[in-house]
Nanobody
Framework: QLVESGGGSVQVGGSLSLSCVASGDTISRYCMGWFRQIPDKEREGIAAIYTTGGNRYYADSVKGRFTISLDNTKLNLQMNDLKPEDTAMYYC??????????????????????WGQGTQVTVS
C-alpha cells in the first residue's frame, strides 16, 4: 500500500514537499516514481528513481525544479519554483514501466494497483 501526503495550495514560486509511505514490501526493489493527473488530460510521469544505484530521471517540464529521493520506505518529491501548470493530483508508483533517455523521463506507466490515492497540489 502506498499513501501520499504533503499536497496543498501554494503561491506561484512557492515550494511543497510530497511524501509517499509504503507498507509491507511495496517499495520496489527496482524503481519508484511520481506521476500527476489533471482531469480530462493525459497522465504525466514526472520523476523516477532506481532503488539500486539511485539514478534519477525527470520530465523536462519539472527538471531543475523537482527532486525525487528515497529514504527506506518513504519516497519524497521536493517541488520548488512551482507554477500554475503544476496544479494536479500527484501519485507515487511502485515499479512503474518507465522510458528514459539520458536524464530525461520520457514516459511512466504505473502498474495496476501499485499507486496511492494521490495528493492534490494547487498553484495559484
Amino acid at each position: 500500500q502506498l499513501v501520499e501526503s504533503g499536497g496543498g495550495s501554494v503561491q506561484v514560486g512557492g515550494s511543497l514537499s510530497l511524501s509517499c509511505v509504503a507498507s509491507g514490501d511495496t517499495i520496489s526493489r527496482y524503481c519508484m516514481g511520481w506521476f500527476r493527473q489533471i482531469p480530462d488530460k493525459e497522465r504525466e510521469g514526472i520523476a523516477a528513481i532506481y532503488t539500486t544505484g539511485g539514478n534519477r530521471y525527470y520530465a523536462d517540464s519539472v527538471k531543475g525544479r523537482f527532486t525525487i529521493s528515497l529514504d527506506n520506505t518513504k519516497l519524497n518529491l521536493q517541488m520548488n519554483d512551482l507554477k500554475p501548470e503544476d496544479t494536479a493530483m500527484y501519485y507515487c508508483a511502485a515499479n512503474p514501466d518507465v522510458v528514459v533517455a539520458g536524464t530525461s523521463l520520457l514516459g511512466l506507466t504505473p502498474r495496476s494497483g501499485y499507486w496511492g490515492q494521490g495528493t492534490q497540489v494547487t498553484v495559484s
